[in-house]
């Protein structure tokens, strides 16, 4: 049991490559924090500084409020999973869970009892006689997870430890993981690039891009009030459409493509900052659940799009447009493919499963236009209050 | 299709089992040679007997009676054994040191080991001869199994460094955080994992040190400090070669070797394939 505190971390390697800079965040007690971004952000360097396989550059770790900086991974007391699970694959599962303790010369009574436990959690009792090499991807993973938790550790660490399943033990272990957690109560670091993995699991998710820390929040605020473009882009899936725009004198309505949208008073209320925008441009986000279609007769804001792909997922339509404004694609928060695949005035909405709609179409959505949201084109900042 | 199934008397005499087969008695027929020719009369080697015209032991009590050969067993076990141990032992450490830790050199330091295993052996000899000498090691144990060990811990080296690198860091990472020290994880956690490079490095050590000859002909020449290839090739006198008992003694001299790569040779193939494939 213990609280977790990073104060203006930096990591510089031997190359000069700068992966983590100035992150400071604090993870109280028993609280699931998710380390969240693309690859190469600097979240596993941020974990295994604090599991203590990686030097510090400069900043101050504490664990339970006592500089760690120099302890070894052993005095911290904490655990780690490993992305590839690193079970040991020349000891049964019983003494892969019980290595540790057997380190600490626990009586080996007391040790049986405690792998005994621990298998029960997780459903392992059946295998403890089975060598790693014997079980399926769920089951080492969850012998990796029995190895950390059999030693009560007080911080949890873990590097995507559910990337190496297929999608629907993922699932499934994901929910498994966040049971286990709540169980033992325990703070627990979780990395992963996987956004819904992030949103779905953490009581707070810190996003990283480029060794810089963008955000840290609960996912819900995350998701309805991301800091700046590219938490509002990368945070989300289908990802937010987020298009270059201008503001016409007076923020009274906005330019998109050859649209314009008008504001209503309460959008101006609700962000008066925006005033400071008029005759500006800026990029407006709107998310593809906020782009429902348009009733006959529809009075308030549309957007008129060119459908050119329908995926029907049964409960809903992700329907695909195209608008002939400029798409704004925030570096790093997609991956190159489905950059790629974005094109120039490309988006996304989600629509009811019996909308009449085929591809060819020339669409009318709707616009839900109080969660609409605004950044600054140069600093890419949300625009509040 | 080049892999069609074959039908009839094609599924078992065709190229593959054919070549096979040439191969194989390529290889067995001078060890049949030998061993039958061990248990020949001496009447009998003289003409070329696919059989033994009646079996006789004699060439094998006279090896073992009238040779020394139980000495040179011995000398022969002693040393390999020895030099085995060592190399494995060495080669463990410096093959987890080039492997693992970060250390500078280490491209440098291969290349070097690399360069001292195909280093020919006589070469060195005079001046090997010479030092031994100077500080009166000539007929003694450790005059062979030092140079052994040198001249085979390279390769030792090298196949036990691609062995740790195989073996993911991660899991050296999860001892050191569940608390074990260095030693500790080398010892649980690293070794079991390179068994199979241990075997293979280890019998590949001791065949070359069981069939030495050079070393062991000039740095040994007592009676009790001769290994068997050396003793074997002293059998007889200035007027008669006594082919029984060489080739009996040469029969003993292979048991070991084909024990150990019997028990050992599922390690030894995965050990020579290892790093081959990601897996």
Known sequence: MATVSLQNINKVYENGFHAVKDLSVDIADGEFMVLVGPSGCGKTTALRMIAGLEDITSGILRIDGKEANDETPKERDIAMVFQNYALYPHMTVAENIGFALKLRKLPKDQLNAKVKEAADILGLTDWLDRKPGQLSGGQRQRVAMGRAIVREPSVFLMDEPLSNLDAKLRVQMRAEVQRIQRRIGVATVYVTHDQIEAMTMGDRVTVLRSGVLQQVDTPQNLYDNPDNVFVAAFIGSPAQNLYDAALTEGARSLKLGSQEILLPEAVRTKRPALASYAGKDVVVGMRPEHLPAAKPGETGPTLVGDVNLIEALGSELVVHFTIDAHRVIAEGALDKDEAEAVGAGEGVARVEAKTPVKVGDRMTFAIDIEDMQFFDTQTGLAIRG | ?279
Not at chain 2, 227 to 253: D, H, L
């Open chain 2, 1 to 279: 299709m080049r892999n069609r199934k074959r039908v009839g008397w094609h599924k078992y005499v065709n190229g593959v089992t054919i070549s096979t087969l040439v191969t194989v008695l390529f290889i067995l027929i001078p060890l049949y040679w030998l061993v039958a020719s061990s248990f020949k009369p001496p009447n009998d080697l003289n003409n070329a007997r696919l059989f033994p015209s009646s079996f006789s032991g004699g060439n094998y009590s006279n090896a073992f009676v009238g040779y020394d050969f139980g000495i040179y067993f011995r000398n022969s076990l002693i040393v390999t054994l020895a030099t085995t141990a060592l190399v494995l032992v060495l080669g463990t450490l410096a093959g987890y040191a080039l492997g693992r830790l970060p250390m500078r050199g280490k491209f440098t330091t291969m290349v070097i080991l690399l360069i001292i295993s195909v280093f020919p052996a006589v070469a060195v000899l005079a001046p090997l001869y010479l030092l031994l000498r100077e500080i009166g090691w000539l007929n003694s144990y450790q005059a062979l199994i030092l140079p052994y060990t040198a001249f085979n811990l390279p390769f030792a080296i090298w196949i036990l460094r691609n062995y740790m690198i195989g073996i993911p860091k991660e899991m050296e990472e999860t001892g050191r955080i569940d608390g074990a020290s260095a030693l500790r994880t080398v010892w649980s956690i690293v070794l079991p994992q390179a068994l199979p490079g241990l075997f293979t490095a280890g019998i590949f050590c001791f065949t070359a040190c069981w069939t030495e000859f050079l070393f062991a002909l000039t740095f040994n020449s007592s009676n009790n400090f001769r290994t068997i290839p050396v003793g074997i090739a002293e059998f007889g006198g200035n007027f008669q070669v006594p082919y029984g008992t060489i080739f009996a003694a040469s029969v003993v001299a292979t048991v070991p070797i084909g024990i150990l790569v019997f028990i050992f040779r599922k390690f030894v193939v995965s050990g020579l394939t290892s790093g081959a494939v990601k897996g």
